[in-house]
């Protein structure tokens, strides 16, 4: 996938003036600090406005892919909805702003938390480009989500890469807090790495206690059956411009951007049978797929004798989910 066009061109516009040479030292020193894991002693990655900017540069894409997906998955699991308000918790520069006024339009109240004042700076600035009326006239309030903080119910409640900055004490304090004001659904997206995956599971068995039900990317409610060190995680590949290949100092034309991530749903979404848990692999006779079922882990093989199914079997791709009739 590509960043949507005025995202694109909003980014090129605000990176326009900032020396290349600064910003890739800059994503260096941040992306040190991001790949150590667990947040400095202070409690952010994030020290200055040129972390801000480097940020944009280097994550902001990436992160827009993940949470489109994921936002998408659940789109599919709930086609007749159509949320109307929407809070983000731990905006940044206001990425699942733009990926969910992409995967709902009719989206008409969009508020945003954030504490640090140069993201809300960066984020309202980027928004100023938007070509949603939604996006430009988002609400940013300064929050530390940690501290008090009040918010009318809203049908779609986001959070991403947030819950991974977080002391551990307070991520289920937070999750409960979100979850009492989300009317609908509830989606949280982090790394898809052992520690991102780990703070989804952990978030998936609170709110199914909670009552919640879990439309993405879970077939069911019932215990993860991921076990053996193994992670439930996907990936969403997303173009690089030009200013990201020099933010990054990479070659690439793409990236592939590892996400785990959960939907909780105050309504059940529509069945699905499975849902795709790697690349399938497809052989000459037969194609593999590893799947997550009410029955647990499966590996389905699909052989070439089975002609519509194979024909089927050679559009399914990791992260999709399996109809019923599949
Ligand atoms: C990794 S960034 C993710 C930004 C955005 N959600 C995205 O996916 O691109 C984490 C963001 O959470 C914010 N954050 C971390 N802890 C917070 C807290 N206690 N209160 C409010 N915001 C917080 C940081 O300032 C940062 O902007």
Same mark, same amino acid.
């Given at each position: 996938?590509?960043?949507?066009? $005025?995202?694109?061109?909003?980014?090129?516009?605000?990176?326009?003036?900032?020396?290349?040479?600064?910003?890739?030292?800059?994503?260096?020193?941040?992306?040190?600090?991001?790949?150590? %894991?667990?947040?400095? #002693?202070?409690?952010?990655?994030?020290?200055?406005?040129?972390?801000?900017?480097?940020y944009? @540069?280097?994550?902001?894409?990436?992160?827009?892919?993940?949470?489109?997906?994921?936002?998408?998955?659940?789109?599919?699991?709930?086609?007749?909805?159509?949320?109307?308000?929407?809070? $983000?918790?731990? #905006?940044?520069?206001?990425? *699942?702003?733009?990926?969910?006024?992409?995967?709902?339009?009719?989206?008409?109240?969009?508020?945003?938390?954030?504490?640090?004042?140069?993201?809300?700076?960066?984020?309202?600035?980027?928004?100023?480009?938007?070509?949603? *009326?939604?996006?430009?006239?988002?609400?940013?309030?300064?929050?530390?989500?940690?501290?008090?903080?009040?918010?009318?119910?809203?049908?779609?409640?986001?959070?991403?890469?947030?819950?991974?900055?977080?002391?551990?004490?307070?991520?289920?304090?937070?999750?409960?807090?979100?979850?009492?004001?989300?009317?609908?659904?509830?989606?949280?997206?982090?790394?898809?790495?052992?520690?991102?995956?780990?703070?989804?599971?952990?978030?998936?068995?609170?709110?199914? @206690? @909670? %009552?919640?039900?879990i439309?993405?990317?879970c077939?069911?409610?019932?215990?993860?059956?991921?076990?053996?060190?193994?992670?439930?995680?996907?990936?969403?590949?997303?173009?690089?411009?030009?200013l990201?290949?020099?933010?990054?100092?990479?070659?690439?034309?793409?990236?592939?951007?590892?996400? !785990?991530?959960?939907?909780?749903?105050?309504?059940?979404?529509l069945p699905?049978?499975?849902?795709?848990?790697?690349?399938?692999?497809?052989?000459?006779?037969?194609?593999?797929?590893?799947?997550?079922?009410?029955?647990g882990?499966?590996?389905?093989?699909?052989?070439?004798?089975?002609?519509?199914?194979?024909?089927?079997?050679?559009?399914?791709?990791?992260?999709?989910?399996? !109809?019923? $009739?599949?």
């Amino acid at each position: 996938m590509d960043l949507p066009t $005025d995202l694109r061109l909003a980014l090129t516009n605000e990176l326009a003036n900032i020396p290349q040479k600064s910003i890739a030292a800059t994503v260096e020193r941040l992306s040190n600090r991001y790949r150590g %894991g667990h947040p400095p #002693a202070e409690g952010t990655f994030l020290h200055t406005s040129a972390d801000v900017i480097a940020y944009a @540069a280097y994550r902001l894409p990436a992160t827009f892919a993940a949470i489109y997906a994921a936002l998408n998955e659940t789109r599919k699991r709930r086609p007749d909805w159509q949320p109307r308000t929407m809070l $983000d918790a731990g #905006a940044g520069p206001g990425t *699942a702003l733009w990926a969910a006024s992409q995967v709902w339009p009719d989206l008409a109240q969009i508020a945003l938390l954030e504490r640090d004042d140069d993201m809300i700076a960066f984020g309202k600035q980027l928004a100023t480009h938007a070509r949603s *009326a939604a996006v430009r006239e988002a609400t940013w309030q300064k929050v530390d989500l940690l501290g008090q903080w009040e918010s009318e119910p809203k049908d779609l409640v986001t959070t991403a890469y947030v819950l991974n900055e977080l002391p551990a004490s307070q991520r289920e304090t937070l999750i409960n807090k979100l979850w009492s004001i989300t009317t609908d659904t509830l989606v949280i997206i982090e790394p898809g790495t052992p520690i991102g995956f780990s703070h989804i599971l952990q978030a998936r068995q609170q709110l199914i @206690a @909670a %009552g919640a039900n879990i439309v993405a990317p879970c077939p069911h409610n019932l215990p993860c059956p991921m076990a053996n060190n193994d992670w439930c995680h996907f990936a969403q590949r997303i173009a690089r411009s030009q200013l990201q290949r020099q933010a990054k100092q990479a070659t690439l034309s793409y990236e592939d951007e590892k996400f !785990s991530y959960i939907a909780a749903s105050r309504t059940k979404g529509l069945p699905i049978r499975a849902r795709v848990l790697r690349h399938p692999q497809i052989r000459p006779g037969h194609i593999h797929l590893e799947l997550c079922t009410p029955e647990g882990l499966q590996n389905s093989i699909v052989t070439r004798k089975d002609k519509a199914a194979f024909r089927e079997a050679r559009a399914i791709e990791w992260g999709n989910a399996l !109809s019923p $009739d599949h």
